[in-house]
Nanobody
Framework: QVQLAESGGGLVQAGGSLRLSCAASGRTFSSYAMGWFRQAPGKEREFVAT????????FYADSVKGRFTISRDNAKNTVYLQMNSLKPEDTAVYYC????????????????WGQGTQVTVSS
C-alpha cells in the first residue's frame, strides 16, 4: 500500500508563492517517479511537473516552466513543488502522484495518487 498526502495549499495573491509537499508512506519511495498534476473546475487533469526516481531528470509543463520547481527528498519520503510568481490561471486542486513506470505527462500511467490540495490565486 502506497499512500500520498499533499499539504501546503491555500489562498495567495497573484505574484505570490506557495510550497506544496507530498508525503509518501512506505519505504519504497525512491522506486517511484513522482509527479504533480492539477485540475481546475470543468477541466481535465493537467500535467505540472515530474521528477524521476533518481532525482536527476525533471520535466515541467510549458505553462509553469521557470516559475515552479519540483524536488524530492528520498530520506524523508517527500516530494515538493515550489510555486513562484503565481497566476490566477494556476488556481486548481493540486495532486501528487507516483509510479514505477510512467509516461511523464500522462496521468493515467501513475498508479498512486494523493487526495489533492486546493490552490487559489486571486487577482
Amino acid at each position: 500500500q502506497v499512500q500520498l498526502a499533499e499539504s501546503g495549499g491555500g489562498l495567495v495573491q497573484a505574484g505570490g508563492s506557495l510550497r506544496l509537499s507530498c508525503a509518501a508512506s512506505g519505504r519504497t519511495f525512491s522506486s517511484y517517479a513522482m509527479g504533480w498534476f492539477r485540475q481546475a473546475p470543468g477541466k481535465e487533469r493537467e500535467f505540472v511537473a515530474t521528477i524521476t526516481r533518481s532525482g536527476v531528470s525533471i520535466f515541467y509543463a510549458d505553462s509553469v516552466k521557470g516559475r515552479f520547481t519540483i524536488s524530492r527528498d528520498n530520506a524523508k519520503n517527500t516530494v515538493y513543488l515550489q510555486m513562484n510568481s503565481l497566476k490566477p490561471e494556476d488556481t486548481a486542486v493540486y495532486y501528487c502522484a507516483g509510479g514505477v513506470s510512467v509516461s511523464v505527462g500522462n496521468p493515467r500511467t501513475y498508479e498512486y495518487w494523493g487526495q489533492g490540495t486546493q490552490v487559489t490565486v486571486s487577482s
